[in-house]
């Protein structure tokens, strides 16, 4: 059964008297720092020297030293630079790790594929909220917060998952949901669900759908429309309400063809890859090679984008938003009348 936690399950105590260093500032780094800081908790910002990041940080009313001063000051060291970036960082801060300790995490990557071996004598945990930084912000300011996940990889004190809870509650975590899970499920899950789906295989799919309907000889901004543009209506209806709440709002025509048809397009071929792609998050192969593209300076990578980038859907997509562009000036003029 799965462990999920709301507000009251979380014991602040765990957190509230602890010194909490936050390295990075970036999407994460300054949704954490300033939701903690904003709990009551004393949380140090950890950047390099020359980060473009250092004064908004102070600017923001937080404290900002280097990563491996705030480290040593710190009970909890939370890592939030890239996780490319991290296993450098961590070696960089490791000096200042004291016995009982906690490593902090938001994904588990470099933990489960090894490329962070902390010593024996701290905690290892996870905070993950399940969203990007500017909505775990903005959720936590509007006195709501996000779904997050928790995870204990190593217990030296004992106390790791109060202490984890008590974490993800001073960010926002339990006032939406708080689900236990580990190191291992995390990462697993979340690269297969980006290669799979949301990232690799919808746009993939997009890109056959668009290119299927222009090969026809149908126009161009037509097929963005159909291909692209509406895609967001329909995840919208399924966030809301689930398959069932997305079938209920389209078209009895739009429902028998899609159920009809949908197992046709994405047929027990495209199973069978996912299930390739999922053995190659398992076994470590798809870890090796990314980081071993990252060592190489991404060469593979800067090619895969560029073809991407130079998809006609591209070219044809970006005139077509241009239109729209008036829906985000009426937005902003309504933000803008908020006084600062
Ligand atoms: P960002 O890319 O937004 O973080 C960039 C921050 O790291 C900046 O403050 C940057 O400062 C700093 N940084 C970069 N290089 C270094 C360095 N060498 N030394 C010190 N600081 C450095 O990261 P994210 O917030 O996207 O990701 C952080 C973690 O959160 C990752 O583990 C990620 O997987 C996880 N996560 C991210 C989510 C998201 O939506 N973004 C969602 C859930 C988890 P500067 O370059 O100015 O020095
Ligand atoms: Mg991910
Ligand atoms: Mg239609």
């Known amino acids: 059964t799965t462990n999920i936690y709301y507000g009251d399950d979380a014991d602040a105590s ?8 936050v390295l990075g500032y970036g999407s994460q780094g300054h949704a954490h720092a300033l939701n903690l800081h904003d709990s009551g908790i004393d949380v140090v910002v950890g950047l390099r020297e020359d980060s473009s990041s250092w004064s908004q940080a102070e600017k923001d009313g937080l404290r900002v030293t ?40 938001a994904h588990g990557f470099n933990i489960h594929y090894n490329q962070i071996q902390p010593p024996e004598y701290v905690d290892v945990t996870m905070a993950a909220p399940k ?7 903005r959720d936590y300011e509007n006195g709501g917060g996000t779904p997050a996940l928790i995870a ?6 004992g106390e790791a998952k109060d202490e984890a809870l008590a974490y993800a509650q001073a960010i926002g975590g339990t006032r939406a949901g708080v689900i236990e899970t580990t190191f291992q499920e995390e990462v697993e899950t979340d690269l297969f669900g ?34 692209l ?31 009809s048809r949908g197992d046709r397009i994405v047929d027990e071929g495209v199973r069978e890859n996912m299930e390739d792609t999922l053995e ?21 990578y800067s090619q895969l984008k560029q073809r991407d980038e130079q998809h006609e ?3 044809v997509g970006a005139p077509l938003r241009d239109l729209f562009e008036w829906e985000d000036d009426v937005n902003e003029t309504e933000q803008t009348e908020v006084p600062a």
């Not at 765990?14 to 260093?21: M, N, R, S």
């Not at 967001?232 to 159920?259: C, F, N, Q, R």
């Not at 870890?287 to 593979?300: D, L």
Request: with cysteine; hydrophobic share 40%.
């Open 14 to 21: 765990h957190i509230e008297d602890k010194t909490v260093a």
């Open 66 to 105: 280097t990563p491996d001063d705030a480290t040593a000051e710190a009970d909890v060291i939370m890592f939030l630079v890239p996780d490319t970036i991290q296993p450098a960082v961590f070696e960089a801060v490791l000096d200042g790790l004291e016995e009982g300790n906690t490593v902090m995490f």
């Open 131 to 137: 969203g990007p930084g500017h909505i775990v912000r």
């Open 152 to 157: 204990v990889e190593q217990n030296y004190t």
């Open 194 to 227: 980006e290669q799979a789906v949301l990232c690799g295989g919808v746009t993939s799919l997009v890109k056959h759908g668009y290119e299927t309907l222009v090969d026809a000889g149908y126009s161009p901004e037509m097929a963005y429309f159909e291909c």
């Open 229 to 259: 543009n509406e895609l967001k209506l329909i995840v919208d209806l399924m966030y809301e309400g689930g398959l069932g709440g997305m079938w209920h709002s389209v078209s009895y025509t739009a429902e028998y063809g899609g159920l």
């Open 280 to 300: 190659e998050i398992q076994n470590g192969e798809f870890a090796r090679e990314w980081i071993n593209e990252n060592q190489a300076g991404r060469p593979a």
């Open 313 to 315: 859907i591209e070219a």
